[in-house]
């Protein structure tokens, strides 16, 4: 049989319930065996304290204990004695009955006094009927009362029983201030008499019995636990198995609002994210095969021309093939560039620099092309240092896609409008142009992979429809942000939030 979840978690839910249960019982059978025994011990305390009051008053009337040696029937007329009268604190006990030797009863209620009245009979638990065999007649001394007691004399020799007897207890017999003797009662080990077994054996099964209840309570309660606790796991189960088999659309039942609910929503979204990079790795390699195909159509036809001489070699046709191969090449960097990133094989070299200089660098290098394009370039950056944590190589492949970006998609006579200033613990580095602009809802669209806004961001202003991508994996690589919105100028407002240093 296989041991699923469910099985080990009501097996182990069970098993903790049967030994807790179980030691329950057990501790609880002991601590009543135990308890019962101390509770006759306290009893038999009590009966030692009024045997030594009994045997005060007998070395009273006989000035020693010397008859106690020789025959033993005196101490158990003692006992006797002992048992038949009731407890003190008893004090809705009857009566005591007359002594077996005592001669006279009280009169009845109309007077007559010279009548006496028969002393009563022992009581049954008291004397066993004379007439029963032997094996019938209740024990006179269930416990071992006098099996257990030793009597010792004021000079310390034991009349009865052991004299050094450990444990149990010791009880001084006095006569006014002087002690005439001592009275020892060895501890009580265990229960002999039937009547104190049967009640122990009746109180220790019904606990075994109330134990077996719980335990089959527990078992039937953890199954059904575990049944409905690992409910939502065989739906989770059913849509991975969907997922593994390509179907990525399945998603998971939220049953619950617990961690099995959370893992259900974490699946619902790793199985959003796969269908959408899928989607995505589709339309790429659709994209990237339609890029390549171009260039490499347009090469062989120019190719197959100056072949059939259709066409001759010129500088115009040698120029014309040199321009579609480094297109081709532009494209294949690029998507090596992204591959490496997706693999996390892109390398950094990190260190602490100002951002004002290497911008304003570049913004002198690129003010040649922005002036032949037939634009205005405005620059705005503040007085203060800008430093950040960042790699000056990468940083600059990111401001020139950039810069690239704002002259071949900008009308000439138009405007790219540079600033960097400080927001709080970023520095917000902003390139903004004017029209063409992009159409609403599309700006977020442009750092995807081979994405195009339609007619002004065409193929034919050049381009692999990869910068702004790699753009912004750069950029997140450094711990910022990158985004596009519509710009004031008619066009389109790339900002880039980077963390801010105080000192370098």
């Known amino acids: 049989m296989r041991l699923t979840i469910a099985r080990k978690l009501a097996l182990a839910i069970t098993a903790i319930v049967i030994i807790s249960i179980g030691t329950l019982a057990w501790v609880t059978s002991q601590n009543l065996k135990s308890g019962f025994i101390a509770y006759l011990s306290d009893l038999e305390r009590q009966d030692l304290v009024r045997l030594s009051k009994l045997l005060a008053e007998d070395y009273r009337q006989n000035g020693n ?71 019938q007649r209740p024990p006179i001394d269930p416990m071992g009362f006098g099996q257990r007691l030793s009597l010792i004399d004021k000079h310390g020799t034991a ?11 010791i ?95 974490d699946i619902n979204s790793m199985a959003q994210n796969l269908e959408r990079n899928e989607t995505q790795r589709s339309k790429m390699l659709a994209d990237i095969s339609h ?82 394009a037939g634009l205005r370039l405005e620059s705005q950056l503040d007085d203060m240092p800008a430093w950040i944590r960042a790699d000056g190589g990468r940083l600059t492949q990111v401001l020139g896609n950039l810069l690239e970006n704002c002259i071949r998609y900008t009308d000439s006579g138009g405007q790219i409008v540079c600033s960097l200033q400080r927001n709080g613990a970023l520095l917000e580095l902003s390139l903004e142009d004017s029209a063409p602009g992009v159409a609403d809802g599309k700006h977020a669209l442009l750092f995807d992979r081979l994405y195009r806004a339609d007619n002004a961001r065409s193929r034919a202003n050049g381009g692999s429809g990869l910068g702004l991508s790699i753009c912004k994996v750069i950029v997140e690589a450094h711990g910022g942000r990158i985004s596009a919105t ?19």
């Open 65 to 135: 204990f010397d008859r106690f040696q020789a025959n033993r029937r005196p101490m158990r007329d003692l006992l006797d004695q002992i048992r038949n009268q009731p407890r003190p604190e008893n004090e809705d006990a009857p009566a005591p009955p007359p002594r077996r030797r005592q001669r006279e009863a009280a009169a009845d209620d109309r007077g007559d006094r010279d009548e006496r009245r028969p002393p009563p009979p022992p009581r049954a638990q008291d004397r066993p009927p004379r007439d029963a065999p032997p094996e």
């Open 486 to 504: 519509a710009s004031q100028l008619g066009g389109v407002k790339i900002l880039i939030q980077l963390p801010y240093i105080k000192t370098p």
């Open 291 to 372: 890029e390549l195909r171009t260039p490499l159509t347009v090469i062989q036809g120019e190719i197959e021309a100056l072949i059939d001489g259709v066409r001759h070699i010129t500088p115009a046709a040698l120029e014309s093939l040199h321009a579609e191969v480094r297109h081709l090449n532009k494209l294949v960097d690029d998507i090596r560039q992204l591959t490496l990133a997706d693999s996390g094989d892109l390398h950094y070299q990190f260190v602490a620099m100002d951002l004002r200089p290497l911008l304003a660098d570049l913004l002198q290098r690129f003010a040649l092309r922005i002036e032949q």
């Open 159 to 169: 009349l009865i029983g052991p004299g050094d007897a450990p444990g149990g207890s």
């Open 171 to 265: 009880q001084a017999i006095m006569l006014g201030n002087e002690r005439i003797g001592t009275i020892r009662l060895a501890p009580l080990r265990q229960i002999s008499n039937a009547s104190a077994i049967d009640f122990v054996s009746v109180q220790i099964r019904h606990t075994l019995w109330l134990a077996l209840t719980l335990i089959l309570v527990a078992l039937v309660f953890s199954l059904w636990l575990a049944r409905h606790l690992l409910r939502p796991l065989k739906s989770l189960h059913q849509v991975t198995a969907k997922i593994s088999k390509g179907q990525l659309d399945a998603r998971a039942e939220i049953i619950s609002q617990d961690e099995l609910g959370d893992l259900a929503r």
